[in-house]
């Protein structure tokens, strides 16, 4: 046995198509980081032609026309805060403040032009801008967060007044804190100023989810979702919490959220993102689809089933070799990317962790980058395994190699076609014997429920095995009996 | 000859493919130190015939041994000692022709590098043994085949047409060798060729197959008889007069040849009613195409049903 395995590998080795595969890999992942590096970072708005576009609108108005007085102001106010932002960096709290808070101060004060508010309005401007040219931001966060301590103490010292109302103003107030507290400036401190804004909008969602649980309870996906908010809700805060500015939270194909903490976070995602997984799939495939075929195709099986080894033994050994194959892609994907990072990001940075919400504990936890990694791994092998055996129960069959490459990755392709099915209506629920809305384990990760209602763990595994046993089954029996035609 | 026991023997050997009988009732046996000839028109089921004594299609009824094996019920056992080359020989383009010999040196305890080193040289592949296989002519190909075959030291050679794509010398040299092999190493030899007159020289059996019936199996002269008659070949100086002498005995004559249909008993008197009548007779000989005459006599020409 082991001799027809190394035997198979022998033959593998000395064909080109697995080294073009691999050679294509490399050059994409090394061409999708570069591109990341380097030509990411030239992508901006362009102010200029925002400015240009607003002057030809004006342009295009009928100033003697009465009716368009109104739009006229805000057009103009809009050029007066582009023009007042450029006076600071582009990515300075300055011009943040100006484009939330300083839009509306011009445009109030260019619209009661002439009125009784026009001073007070002035007024207000006038102070906007001089906070401005202190360059004191935290003066600015501190004056609403007192605002906000008021606006809550007078909701409060009103009678029957709305808890969803306070709890929306605390949150405010919770942001404003941690803004004070962490240092984090308005506009430029990227992630966490994108967290804290984030953290926000997810608070708001699951307060919804909560309310509608308390009135009648949740519809499956609306628990599904809520769970999301959970995860990107905790994850937030710990990013808040614990300063991680570099990084964003991410997350892979099947809605499980992390941070990836420090360094690279390509890494995290090897073995959860299908631009990777199509690698794996498509060199796997070629291999399973034609291991079989293509010895009956050019009558080599004859060679083969002359020598004394059962026919069993002979087809065991051909599907083992396109487990190895499997085996030599997962680690080809891991090192091609390990490498690439390593190029890119330094390798100093690898043993970072990874953070994710479990929901087995209820709390945010920190975990190596590799066992992330092997987690993912793992839970995606069904898939890899089970479309392998497809292409090789095919290959076996019909003894056709097109055939056997095509039809599994069509019915990759179309897995999500039949999973949306699944996920998204009642009557589908037949589908939870289909093996693709089960063929990827790690949609259990971390305490998860399933975005299928009617699938566990279990059963997943359960209806994985029988789909394995059912095409190894068919091929070794069809195999055996196969009769060598005259070419 | 130390061994009672039939290297191969087929008993009965029928094939049905849908409600098309291929195979009716085939029987072969061949000894250790015997060479084979298994011939038969195109479609006869000489393939066919090959493929169910190695396994490679079901048997409908009858029995194939090998070496005692029962090739259904014991096949590891039966086929362990079976060189062979089916119909062509198939071998992995994309390898070198040493690769192929040793993915399949690899499935045998016993065959070492020498063994390979050996074999490539018997059958004079040394010089282009580490190229590839898809740069090789069909008559090297054929080599490597028989190369592969002989590899494991096999007691039963089994040769699917091995003389296609052989320049006059590799014929030479393959007959030499099988021969060789058959006297030396005791080797049963069976081979399949549409060549007959390259099997009339060194097979010392012969079996024909028609529409898938076999319709002699026998020693090579036997073979060339037909109804107990063999063709001469009986060079004279005047062959119109011998037609005269001999009338309707004569199958054919040419400028100064006869030939004649006859056993070996009535030469004598052949030649001497020749003499007699004055007729000068400068040679007499079997006709080097008598197997093919018997053959052709016997099948009836090439007609695949």
């Known amino acids: 046995m082991n001799n027809l395995i190394k035997n198979e590998l022998t033959k593998i080795f000395h064909k080109k198509a697995l080294y073009v595969i691999l050679i294509i890999m490399v050059v994409l992942i090394f061409v999708g980081r570069l591109i990341d590096k380097f030509l990411y970072e030239n992508v901006e708005a362009n102010e200029l032609w925002e400015k240009e576009a607003i002057q030809t609108t004006i342009d295009s108005l009928d100033k003697s026309d009465p009716t368009y007085n109104e739009q006229l102001i805000s057009l103009n106010s809009e050029l007066e805060a582009i023009e007042l932002s450029e006076k600071y960096d582009k990515n300075s709290w300055q011009t943040y403040l100006i484009n939330n808070y300083g839009r509306d101060i011009i445009y109030k004060k260019n619209l009661s032009k002439g009125t009784d508010e026009y001073e007070e309005n002035k007024k207000k401007y006038d102070q906007f801008i001089e906070k401005l040219q202190n360059n004191d931001w935290k003066a600015f966060a501190q004056e609403e967060l007192d605002e906000k301590n008021s606006e809550i ?335 | 000859m130390e061994s009672i026991q039939k290297v191969l023997e087929c008993k009965n050997l029928n094939k049905k493919i849908g409600k098309k009988q291929i195979l009716k009732n085939v029987s072969l046996e061949v000894d250790s130190g015997d060479i084979l000839g298994f011939i038969g028109p195109n479609g006869a089921g000489k393939t066919t015939t090959i493929k169910l004594i190695l396994g490679l299609q079901s048997i409908t009824s009858g029995e194939v041994y090998i070496n005692g094996y029962n090739i259904q019920t014991q096949f590891e056992k039966a086929i362990e000692k079976v060189g062979t080359i089916v119909e062509s020989p198939d071998l992995y383009m994309y390898l070198s022709g040493y690769n192929n010999l040793k993915i399949i040196a690899n499935l045998y305890k016993d065959v070492d590098e020498n063994r390979i080193q050996e074999v490539i040289k018997l059958v004079g592949l040394e010089n282009r043994i580490n190229d590839k296989v898809s740069k090789y002519s069909l008559g090297m190909r054929q080599r490597l085949g028989i190369a592969q075959a002989l590899l494991h030291k096999p007691n039963l050679l089994i040769l699917d047409e091995p003389t296609n794509g052989l320049d006059p010398e590799g014929i030479k040299q393959l007959r030499d060798l099988l021969t060789g092999l058959a006297k030396k190493e005791n080797m049963a030899i069976l081979i399949s060729s549409h060549n007959l007159s390259e099997l009339e020289n060194f097979c010392t059996k012969i079996a024909i197959i028609q529409n898938g019936e076999m319709i002699e199996s026998s020693t090579m002269e036997e073979a060339k008889k037909v109804e107990g008659k063999t063709l001469y070949d009986i060079e004279v100086d005047l062959v119109e007069k011998s037609k005269e002498v001999l009338k309707d005995r004569i199958d054919s004559i040419d400028e100064k040849t006869i030939k004649i249909h006859a056993s070996k008993e009535e030469i004598p008197g052949l030649i001497e009613t020749l003499v007699m009548a004055k007729i000068k007779v400068y040679k007499v000989c079997e006709d080097q195409t008598s197997l093919e005459d018997a053959f052709l006599k016997k099948t009836g020409g090439n007609v695949i049903e």
């Open chain 1, 153 to 487: 103490e007078q909701l409060k010292a009103t009678e029957n007044y709305d808890k969803e109302t306070l709890a929306g103003l605390e949150d405010e107030k919770q942001v404003l804190t941690w803004r004070i507290e962490k240092n984090i400036e308005y506009g430029n401190d990227g992630n966490l100023g994108i967290a804290l804004e984030e953290w926000e909008l997810e608070r708001a969602q699951l307060r919804n989810y909560e309310n509608k649980e308390k009135n009648g309870g949740l519809t499956y996906s609306e628990k599904y979702q809520k769970q999301t908010a959970i995860q990107t809700l905790e994850l937030y805060k710990y990013q808040i919490e614990n300063a991680i500015k570099e990084e964003e939270i991410l997350s892979d194909e099947v809605g499980n959220y992390y941070i990836a903490t420090s360094a690279d976070s390509g890494l995290a995602t090897v073995f959860s993102q299908s631009s990777y997984g199509l690698f794996i799939i498509i060199a796997t495939l070629i291999i399973a689809g034609t291991i079989v075929s293509e010895e009956f195709n050019k009558g080599t099986i004859k060679l083969l089933l002359v020598r004394p080894y059962k026919r069993t033994k002979i087809l065991m050994s051909k599907f083992i070799t396109c487990l190895i194959v499997l085996a030599i892609m997962y680690v080809a994907v891991f090192l091609v990317q390990f490498i690439s990072s390593g190029i890119f990001d330094g390798f100093e940075n690898y043993n970072f962790k990874v953070a994710i919400y479990s929901f087995n504990t209820n709390s945010v936890e920190t975990i190596n980058v590799f066992k992330y990694m092997l987690l993912n791994g793992a839970g995606i092998l069904p898939l890899y395994i089970l479309l392998l055996t497809l292409a090789f129960a095919l290959s076996t069959l019909f003894t056709n190699s097109a055939i056997a490459i095509a039809l599994p990755l069509l019915g990759y392709m179309g897995s999500n076609i039949i999973n949306g099915f699944a996920y998204n209506y009642k009557k589908a629920e037949f589908l939870k014997f289909f093996v693709t809305p089960n063929w990827k384990l790690n949609v259990f990760l971390f305490g998860k429920i399933p975005q299928f209602e009617p699938i566990s763990l279990p059963f997943s595994i359960a209806i994985c095995l029988l789909y394995f046993m059912i095409m190894m089954v068919v091929s070794l029996i069809v195999f055996n009996k196969k009769e060598i035609k005259n070419i």
